[in-house]
């Protein structure tokens, strides 16, 4: 192979290499499309999660598992139920850290 070869070969990795660790999404992967529903009935929650922002995504998520295989919902975070439930997982994992 000459020099030329060598040469265009050499650049083509370099720019695989640079392209491949730009971020293809400026705002990440979201679980939750949208803003996401204000309120869901209590009765019909079997559990919730809560995912605060990363590199995959920029804002905090609050997705809740339906009893009886519904599926899930995504609560809109700045909800007066959402705050109520971020502050409830949050004290009952303080808890379960200060029994460890």
């Known amino acids: 192979m000459n ?3 060598m040469a ?15 971020p293809m999404f400026k705002r990440g992967r979201c679980l939750c499309i ?3 529903v204000k309120v869901v009935k209590v009765a ?9 922002p990363s590199n995959n995504c920029d804002k905090t998520e609050v997705i809740i ?8 919902r995504c609560l809109n975070p700045k ?5 109520l ?15 460890v």
């Open 3 to 5: 020099v030329k070869g």
């Open 44 to 52: 019909d929650i079997e559990k919730a999660s809560i995912i605060y």
């Open 79 to 83: 909800s007066k139920q959402a705050s």
């Open 85 to 99: 439930i971020i502050k409830e997982v949050e004290r009952k994992n303080f808890l379960k850290y200060q029994n």
């Open 65 to 72: 598992t339906l009893k009886a295989q519904k599926g899930h």
């Open 34 to 36: 949208g803003p996401g």
């Open 8 to 22: 265009i070969a050499l650049a083509v990795i370099l720019h695989a290499t640079i392209v491949q660790g730009f």
